[in-house]
């Protein structure tokens, strides 16, 4: 019993040991005592004396952490606060820094998480896919939907189809115009969701004659309806018909294609008989691939069968985020950049807490004097860097706030349309950022208190003295927060020149002052093909009519998948592509896009009537005829053969690079045949100012018809260089902010050596040492000091090269330009933020050394 | 100082002449890791004084002095606030003390 009291008299502090001890022994004694007076049972003694030795353990526990005249907890975080508020400067630059990697390093992961981690809330979501269409588009028809729903067996285990509509909804407020969809019965049952409201559709809703109900999107129930729950049963009119709603529906729509919908109403069978989006779920045993070929397939079936004027395609396009590999691998990088800059945050506020920590001494010191253990000493420094960190992490995950609002203006299109919701700050999130400033006081507190603590009571006096070793760790600190700022630096000037180079390419076409119009289901919408033909050419020729217009074209384009091109009779060149992008257009097409004919001729309105013409671009031509011309020769194109009329510059009509490969071929087609096709408006000025007018237009003519995309040619353009923009502007930022921190570090460590050497600098001015030669010295090393960042950082960024060269575009992951201008660009930096410095200790007089004396 | 219940009771205790940790802790019920801690916060607020009890008495029962925890002045007035403020604390205690209680098990 005495040797464990011995042992737990250990916690008890030095000074109060033999007393403490002596108490409990007499305690125990005297427990004994009375023990052996009532005659009590030694084993019960002996357990209850074992359980009064736990309380023993409390109780040294308590004398330790408190003893008499020791703070508190408490107390210890009100003198932190007042130590803080006495250092404002300080304490602002530790929050600004974390902060600023705390913010960035939540915004960015916030954005991967929503982008990348999140599933997609669909059943089965990783099997589901979207076929697509003639033209690439979102609709198929009549011939395609009965193949797909008679073959579904073999590759799909639940299909949907489900029409888009255009409706104009009246009687709650102001009209609302807005996509609609006819749907089957188990539409929502297919994707695994539930209503957020009400309930879904049943069999009988879908009965022709039964009561008109609608369900309303999540986002229209917000807007117009503002939420309310009693919008169930309520009455809209749609296109002047009154409809029940019955239900809301979960924001997770948004991620199927057409997702951004208003209103879904059951098909009683009718409206998906054509032109119908169509949605299927592959069987656990078929892959993609094997789905794929089976469509090919099937596409060549119908054309057998119930041959038309083109290819058919039915392309499956998988509804799950299934990105490619470069955004993927562009949303890592952008996530290793963060995680880099938060390394840059906590190395700086770790030497910013290393700094005051070395200028405290002599306060800590005369603590340590005053009867503050080395366990507070410690206890205080750490309980600072918390109230750091803790104010740090709240003004950090408000900058995240506002980081994701702004990102989610500059996402691409593409991924917006994956997030359900706008991008928001979630609960995970908010905890991991927490996290991360619990790590980054543990970073950059431990550091600098353990030095505190081992060297609080080394001296008191007034002035502080700093070692060798206090340098050394603090110029280490220093380059190391430079290297990860040059690694971030150079990213940003290989992205920077990759974009640049993007932006070179030519296009082969003029992208200003043209604009494209897609319309969506003209067929279910005017009936038979000869009224939509008549639509089309009533559209094109009001489209040209308009003031501004230049000239009007038609193209659908469509891809070809594993496809055998080869060259006349003896397939010289040939090659089997996995996609070759091809484009059937109408004679007028190419002036309209302002694409050079370098050789032979365009297509006139004979060709699309003998339909075995083709033109190619310059790409295909040489590929497949280096030694002499094109025109005239002979293209095949599976056991097609086409005769090669024309040769185009070099066209990029899918964006600068090229996502569906180099080759390009253009059919002939007439403007009726191409009714449902893309609408391509030349215009005189900016095509933004008739976007309004071309929308009139398109309503005036039939207000059921709904507009699928109206963009210019810029925007198009922008759209396909989104994800390389994206990630330069993103890393820009970071690299901009890894600079600056890197620059305070710089600037406070000069200053730092500047204050520490202020009795040598006066006592060498006092000697005759020129102003000039100081400042050079503390720009020298200054410029020393950031060299040993470049270097250090160039060395990581040759390392991590091969990790980014799949999203650069021209540029090696070597490029000099790039790596060269990063370095220079931190030298400059260093030099900017060792000028105050230097400027102040060319100013120290040889009275200021004498004073110091 | 916040007065808890288990400090009240302490201080009741106190005020009731029992005035040795262990005597404390079989008088109330409360545990050492307990009762301890709030004779060490009640003595650092000056509302309880301590001393060793004198050696020959000690010396009589052939153990070693203990430490004996009385109120102060202070502690006293305390202890009337506590007494209004717990009036369930009265009938947790016996009339004041004469003898050894019997050890809490």
């Not at chain 1, 033999?18 to 019960?44: K, P």
């Not at chain 1, 979630?426 to 603590?453: N, Q």
């Not at chain 1, 009329?645 to 996502?659: A, F, M, N, Q, R």
């Not at chain 1, 090393?781 to 270097?791: D, F, H, K, M, N």
């Amino acid at each position: 019993m005495d040797g464990l009291l011995r042992v737990i008299s250990i916690l008890v502090p030095r000074s109060r040991r033999a007393d403490w001890l002596a108490e409990w022994r007499a305690e125990i004694a005297h427990d004994f005592m009375l023990a052996a007076r009532r005659r009590q049972s030694g084993a019960w003694v002996q357990l209850r004396l074992v359980r009064r030795l736990a309380g023993a353990v409390a109780d040294a526990l308590w004398l330790r952490l408190r003893r008499s005249g020791a703070p508190g907890w408490g107390w210890t975080a009100r003198d932190a606060t007042r130590s803080l508020r006495r250092h404002p400067g300080f304490a602002a630059s530790v929050v600004v820094t974390l902060a600023l990697g705390v913010g960035a390093a939540t915004a960015i992961f916030t954005l991967v998480d929503g982008l990348m981690l999140e599933p997609i809330p669909f059943e089965g979501a990783d099997r589901l896919v979207s076929v697509n269409g003639y033209g690439g588009g979102l609709t198929v028809g009549a011939e395609e939907i009965a193949a797909l729903r008679e073959d579904a067996g073999r590759v799909f285990d639940a299909t949907v189809a489900y029409a888009p509509r255009s409706l104009l909804m009246t009687g709650s407020g102001d009209a609302w115009s807005g996509l609609a969809w006819y749907v089957e019965h188990h539409f929502l049952e297919m994707l695994g969701l539930a209503p957020a409201l009400g309930r879904g559709f049943t069999p009988e809703d879908a009965q022709p004659g039964s009561e008109r109900v609608v369900l309303l999107s999540h986002e229209l129930w917000r807007q117009v309806f503002a939420r309310a729950p009693d919008v169930l049963g309520r009455t809209v009119e749609l296109d002047g018909e009154p409809f029940t709603v019955i239900g809301v529906l979960p924001p997770t729509l948004r991620r199927l294609p057409l997702g951004l919908v208003h209103f879904v109403l059951p098909s009683t069978g009718e409206e998906v008989r054509d032109q119908t989006s169509f949605l299927a779920r592959l069987q656990t045993s078929v892959t993609l691939e094997v789905a794929r070929e089976r469509m090919s397939q099937l596409a060549r079936e119908l054309d057998r069968t119930h041959p038309r004027e083109s290819d058919r395609s039915l392309g499956l396009v998988p509804v799950q985020r299934n990105q490619a590999e470069e955004v993927t691998r562009g949303l890592w990088t952008l996530l290793a950049a963060v995680l880099c800059l938060l390394l840059v945050a906590c190395v700086n506020a770790a030497g910013l807490l290393f700094v005051r920590g070395v200028v405290r001494r002599p306060e800590l010191a005369l603590r340590g004097a005053l009867g503050s253990s080395r366990v507070d000493i410690v206890r205080h420094v750490l309980v600072e860097s918390a109230i750091l960190a803790l104010a740090a992490g709240a003004a950090g995950v408000l900058l995240a706030w506002i980081a994701i609002r702004g990102m989610s203006t500059l996402l691409p299109a593409h991924l917006i349309r994956f997030s359900y919701t706008t991008v928001e700050l979630d609960g995970r999130v908010l905890a991991a950022a927490l996290a991360m400033t619990v790590l980054t006081v543990l970073v950059s507190g431990v550091l600098p208190a353990l030095e505190a603590g081992r060297n609080g009571a080394v001296r008191a006096g007034r002035s502080v003295t700093v070692s060798r070793h206090d340098v050394r760790v603090r110029t280490g600190v220093q380059v190391a927060q430079l290297a990860l700022a040059v690694v971030l630096l150079t990213g940003a000037a290989l992205f920077g020149r990759s974009f640049a180079e993007l932006m070179d390419v030519s296009l082969g076409y003029d992208p200003d002052r043209i604009l494209l119009l897609d319309l969506v289901s003209l067929e279910r919408v005017h009936g038979a093909p000869e009224r939509t033909a008549a639509f089309a050419r009533e559209l094109d020729a009001r489209l040209a009519a308009l003031p501004g217009v230049v000239g009007v074209g038609r193209v659908a384009w469509g891809l070809h998948t594993d496809v055998r091109v080869g060259s006349g009779d003896d397939d010289q060149g040939a090659q089997t592509l996995e996609m070759l992008l091809h484009s059937s257009v109408d004679p007028g097409y190419f002036g309209v896009m302002g694409i050079e004919i370098v050789e032979g001729r365009a297509f006139t309105s004979g060709d699309a009537e003998v339909s075995s013409t083709v033109i190619v671009d310059r790409d295909l031509a040489v590929a497949l005829w280096p030694d002499g011309r094109a025109v005239g020769r002979t293209l095949r194109i599976r056991e097609r053969a086409l005769t090669v009329v024309g040769v185009t510059e070099d066209v990029k009509l899918e964006g600068p690079s090229d996502p569906y490969g180099p080759w390009l071929i253009f059919y002939p087609a007439t403007r009726d045949r191409l009714r449902g096709a893309t609408s391509v408006i030349r215009t005189t000025g900016d095509p933004r100012a008739l976007l309004p007018s071309v929308r009139a237009l398109v309503q005036e003519l039939d207000p059921r018809q709904p507009i699928a995309s109206l963009r210019t040619g810029r925007q198009v353009l922008g759209e396909s260089v989104a994800d390389p923009r994206f990630l330069l502007v993103v890393l820009s930022v970071l690299a901009g902010v890894a600079v600056t921190l890197g620059a305070i570090g710089v600037y406070g460590l000069a200053t730092f050596t500047v204050v520490q050497r202020t009795r040598e600098i006066g006592v060498r001015r006092a000697l005759g040492a020129q102003a000039g030669r100081v400042v050079r010295e503390v720009v020298t090393r200054g410029l020393w000091i950031g060299l040993g960042g470049v270097a250090i950082g160039l060395a990581a960024s040759v390392l991590v090269a091969g990790f980014v060269r799949s999203l650069l575009f021209g540029v090696s992951p070597l490029d000099p330009l790039a790596l060269g201008g990063a370095a220079l660009a931190l030298l400059a930096a260093c030099l900017v933020a060792t000028l105050l410095p230097a400027r102040r200790a060319a100013r120290v007089q040889p009275s200021e050394a004498l004073r110091l004396e | 100082m916040r007065i808890t219940f288990p400090t009240a009771t302490v201080l009741y205790a106190l005020a009731r002449g029992h005035g040795y940790g262990f005597e404390i802790i079989d008088v109330t019920g409360l545990g050492a890791g307990t009762v301890y801690p709030i004779l060490r916060r009640l003595e650092t607020a000056e509302l309880v004084a301590s001393s060793w009890e004198p050696v020959e008495r000690a010396r009589a029962e052939s153990r070693p002095p203990r430490r004996n925890y009385r109120m102060t002045a202070v502690g006293e007035r305390l202890a009337e606030e506590v007494r209004d403020q717990y009036p369930a604390l009265a009938g947790l205690f016996g009339s004041p003390s004469g003898g050894e209680p019997e050890p809490a098990s």
